[in-house]
Nanobody
């Protein structure tokens, strides 16, 4: 029912910034918590950040705390991930997900197709 489409990924140098977007199509985007995850080939999908339906409550992974910020604009049905001071180890496919407020992929109802972020040294 809900479709998610990520955008904003690309190739950047270490220390640069990117802003990822996740556009949701559906009737009640504002009713659902959302999250960002990332995955490197050969590894499990990793938690990045989550946000409550209102946007007033967020949680971010220790690995990106202080550098990444999650936000949302419910009027635009869009989720954001602002990534600053990017490091090569941030290289991954980034996915947005919806339906729960949690730090594990299990249980999320909807997933986007992902957007590639590559950080060169």
């Amino acid at each position: 029912q809900v479709q998610l489409v990520e955008s904003g990924g690309g190739l950047v140098q270490a220390g640069e910034s990117l802003r990822l977007s996740c556009a949701a199509s559906g009737r009640t985007f504002s009713a659902y918590p959302m999250g960002w995850f990332r995955q490197v080939p050969g590894k499990e999908r990793e938690f990045v950040a989550t946000i409550s339906s209102s946007g007033r409550w967020t949680n971010i992974a220790d690995s990106v705390k202080g550098r990444f910020t999650i936000s949302r604009d419910n009027a635009k049905n869009t989720l954001y991930l602002q990534m600053n001071s990017l490091k090569p180890e941030d290289t991954a496919v980034y996915y947005c997900a919806g339906g729960q407020y949690g730090s594990t992929p299990t249980g999320y109802n909807w997933w986007g197709q992902g957007t590639q972020v590559t950080v060169s040294s």
